[in-house]
């Protein structure tokens, strides 16, 4: 009897000793099996936060090249631009005409500032021209009853003569005035920028010599 209850207390003690190196194993397990978890959601955000931001930074890219207009011509005749969108369409290109404001040159205007009125500008008017000095009333704008004195392509030039009018007892002013000239485009629908490349543009350069082509935002055009 007494080696039979000896013979359960050893089988009792070998149990708890196997069970107890199972449950060391499963725990030290368990966080590497949760931080292997935790890494594979990470790779997955990280991934996911990868796409995002690579189809964002696609659209951003078909937005700003949708934001530019392609143009082809820069004609002081509005014919010739219609002759161009005809050829254009001929080879299944549409476009539409357009025109921009192109600055050609700054010319510099001497004048007098009005006086308190008309008829005191008059008298002044005619006291240069006793002094044979060229000038004219000017009947419009912000300087109206002033007197012009002319329109000069050169600063130096227009210094001159306000120093010389200086000189004569006058107070002459200086304002440099720009002079666009406008110019007509045609504006290439987005959906056939494809097809201009640079065999077409050389192809209708020998028609049209000084066709020019360039990109613009398209908040400039005026339409």
Known sequence: MRWLFLGLVIINALYFVWAQQDFDGAAELAPALNNTSQFELDQVKLLGESVGDTRRQSTVNKSSAQMEIMLLGGFSDEKTA???????????INSQLTTLDSQ???????????????????????????RKIDGYLITQGDLVNGISLGMFSREDSAQGVAERLSAAGYAPLIRAVERSQRLYWVAIDNSARRLIDQNILQLLMQDFSDLKHLLIPSDKIGK
Do not use: F, T
């Open 104 to 130: 050609v040159d700054v010319e510099y205007w001497v004048y007098l500032e009005p006086l308190a009125s008309r008829q005191a500008s008059v008298r002044q008017l005619k006291e240069l021209q006793a």
């Open 82 to 92: 219609e002759k161009l969108q005809q050829r254009l369409l001929s080879l299944d």
